[in-house]
C-alpha cells in the first residue's frame, strides 16, 4: 500500500510544472557542459597536433638544409646529420626516411627499407614543392613530407618523418578525467539549484493553490493579489472576478431562497389565521363563511400561481430545459396571445394593439417562446393606467425577428431596472401584490428569451411608460 502511494506521489510530481521546470534546469545546464567537453577536448587534441607538428616541421627544415649542404642527399656521409636526425628520431620516437631524386630510400632510422623505392601521393605532392602532414587518429601517429631544397630553389630529395601520438592521446585521456570530475560537480550544483530554483519559481501557484483551498470552506472576504509574475497576477485577477460572481451568485442563491419561503409562507400563514378564525367561532353566519372561504380559495390560488412559476422558471432553466424546436408563424402566435389578454385589457379601459411589419417564420419553441410574451404582453396591462394603451409590434430582419411590446404604464424606476429581471424582484411590492404577480414572470421572461439564443432590453421611464425590445434569430442554433 506504501509503495502505491509513493508511486501515485511520484506520478503527480512527474506532471507538475516544478518538474519540468526543473528537467528545463537539468536540460540547459548539463548539455552545454557536455558540449564544453567534447569542444574542449578536440580543441585540446588539435591544438597539440598542430603544435607538434610545426615544432618537427620547424626542426626538419633545418635538417633538410645540411641534408643538401652537405651533400647527404647525394651520397656523401655526414656525422652531423646523422647525429640530428638521432637526435629528431629520439626525441619523438618516430621515424625518419630520406628519399632522394629517384624516390629511392637512401636513409632510415629504423633500418627497414634503405635502398628501396617508395612512391605515395605525399612524396610526388611535396616533390611538386607541397609539404603534406596527415594525422591517423586510428593508429595515433602523424606523417609528414618535408622537400630538400637546392640552392636554386630545386627540390632534390623529401624527408618523411611518422611519429606516434600516444603521449598526446594519454595527456587527452588524462584532461578527460579531470574534466568528467568537473562535470560531476557542476552537475550536483546544478541539480540542487535547479530543485531550488524550481521549487521557488512555482511558489506564488502554490499561494494560488491556497486561496482555492481556503475557499471551499466559504468564501474569503478579501480579493487575492500575488503580483510575482504576470501569468499568477492575471490568474489573480481571473479569480478574484470569479469570486465577485460567486459572491453575488451566492447572495442571489440566499435571497432566492428567503424569497421562496416568504411568498410559498405568506399564503399558507393567511389560510391558517382564516381556518382557525372559522375554527375559534361557534354559529358563523352562512356569510361570514362563504367571506373566508373565498378569503381561503384566492390564497390558495396564489399559492397555485406561485409554484406554476416556480416550476416554469426551472423548466427554463438553460442547463436542463428540455425545448423543442419547430417552424412557427410569429404572426398568428402573437394575434393569440393578444386575443387572449384583450379582455383583461378592456376591463382595465387599456387600448390593445398588435402591429405586424411583414410576415415572420421562425423556429421557436412554442410553449416557452409563448409564456415570454404573454407575461410581457400581461405585465404592461397590469401596471398601466386606466384609459391607457399598449402597442405590441412585430418586426424582421435577414436574421432576427422583434417583438416591441410598449405601454403608457407607472415606468420602471431608472435604479430598478437592472434589477427587474431577478427572481422575486418586485418595483412596488404592494403594488404588485395588490394586482397579484408572484415577481417570477420576468426571470421566466428572460429565461425563455435566451434559451433561444436571443437577447431582451428594456427602456422605462418613471410615469411615462416602459418598452421591452425582444430579438429572436430566425434559425434555431444548438
Avoid at 55 to 64: K, R
Avoid at 111 to 134: A, H, P, Q, W, Y
Avoid at 227 to 234: G, I, R
Avoid at 430 to 453: C, D, F, K, M, P
Wanted: aromatic share 8%; glycine share 6%; with cysteine.
Amino acid at each position: 500500500m506504501k509503495k502505491l502511494f509513493n508511486m501515485n506521489r511520484l506520478k503527480k510530481y512527474g506532471k507538475s510544472l516544478q518538474f519540468r521546470i526543473f528537467i528545463i534546469f537539468i536540460l540547459v545546464g548539463v548539455i552545454p557542459i557536455m558540449l564544453i567537453k567534447q569542444s574542449i577536448l578536440k580543441s585540446y587534441e588539435k591544438q597539440s597536433i598542430t603544435q607538434r607538428g610545426t615544432m618537427v616541421q620547424n626542426q626538419c627544415v633545418n635538417i633538410a638544409e645540411q641534408l643538401y649542404s652537405t651533400g647527404y642527399i647525394n651520397g656523401t656521409d655526414s656525422e652531423v646529420v646523422e647525429m640530428e636526425l638521432f637526435q629528431l628520431g629520439n626525441l619523438y620516437n618516430g621515424r625518419i626516411v630520406i628519399v632522394d631524386s629517384g624516390f629511392q630510400i637512401i636513409r632510415d632510422t629504423y633500418d627497414i627499407d634503405e635502398g628501396r623505392i617508395i612512391v605515395s601521393e605525399e612524396i610526388l605532392k611535396c616533390f611538386e614543392g607541397t609539404n603534406t602532414m596527415r594525422y591517423d587518429k586510428d593508429n595515433e601517429f602523424i606523417e609528414m613530407t618535408i622537400p630538400v631544397e637546392d640552392e636554386d630553389g630545386g627540390i632534390t630529395g623529401v624527408m618523411v618523418v611518422s611519429m606516434p601520438t600516444t603521449d598526446i592521446q594519454d595527456s587527452r585521456e588524462d584532461l578527460d578525467r579531470k574534466v568528467v570530475i568537473l562535470q560531476i560537480g557542476m552537475f550536483i550544483i546544478i541539480l540542487g539549484g535547479a530543485f531550488y530554483a524550481s521549487k521557488i519559481l512555482v511558489k506564488p501557484f502554490g499561494k494560488v493553490t491556497q486561496s482555492l483551498d481556503e475557499l471551499t470552506g466559504g468564501f474569503l472576504e478579501e480579493d487575492i493579489s500575488i503580483p510575482d509574475y504576470t501569468e499568477t497576477q492575471l490568474l489573480s485577477e481571473a479569480y478574484n472576478r470569479m469570486l465577485k460572481r460567486m459572491r453575488v451568485l451566492e447572495e442571489s442563491r440566499q435571497e432566492f431562497v428567503s424569497n421562496v419561503s416568504h411568498e410559498l409562507k405568506t399564503p399558507i400563514t393567511s389560510i391558517k389565521v382564516l381556518a382557525d378564525s372559522l375554527i375559534a367561532q361557534e354559529d358563523v353566519p352562512v356569510e361570514l363563511y362563504k367571506e373566508f372561504m373565498t378569503d381561503i380559495g384566492e390564497e390558495i390560488d396564489r399559492e397555485n400561481k406561485i409554484i406554476n412559476d416556480l416550476l416554469s422558471l426551472v423548466k427554463l432553466d438553460k442547463k436542463s430545459a428540455d425545448i423543442h424546436i419547430e417552424e412557427k408563424n410569429i404572426n398568428e402566435l402573437l394575434e393569440l396571445l393578444v386575443k387572449r389578454i384583450r379582455p383583461i385589457a378592456e376591463k382595465k379601459e387599456v387600448e390593445l394593439v398588435l402591429e405586424s411589419f411583414k410576415p415572420v417564420i421562425a423556429q421557436v419553441d412554442e410553449t416557452k417562446i409563448s409564456l415570454a410574451f404573454s407575461n410581457l404582453i400581461e405585465n404592461a396591462v397590469k401596471y398601466n393606467k386606466e384609459g391607457g394603451w399598449v402597442h405590441v409590434s412585430l418586426n424582421v430582419d435577414h436574421k432576427y425577428f422583434y417583438v416591441k411590446v410598449e405601454d403608457s404604464g407607472i415606468g420602471i424606476p431608472e435604479d430598478a431596472q437592472e434589477h427587474i429581471f431577478e427572481r422575486f424582484y418586485r418595483v412596488d411590492k404592494s403594488h404588485s401584490r395588490e394586482i397579484g404577480g408572484t415577481g417570477l414572470g420576468l426571470a421566466i421572461t428572460r429565461n425563455a428569451v435566451l434559451l433561444h439564443r436571443g437577447a431582451i432590453k428594456v427602456y422605462s421611464k418613471e410615469g411615462e411608460g416602459t418598452t421591452f425590445t425582444v430579438r429572436i434569430p430566425l434559425v434555431y442554433t444548438e
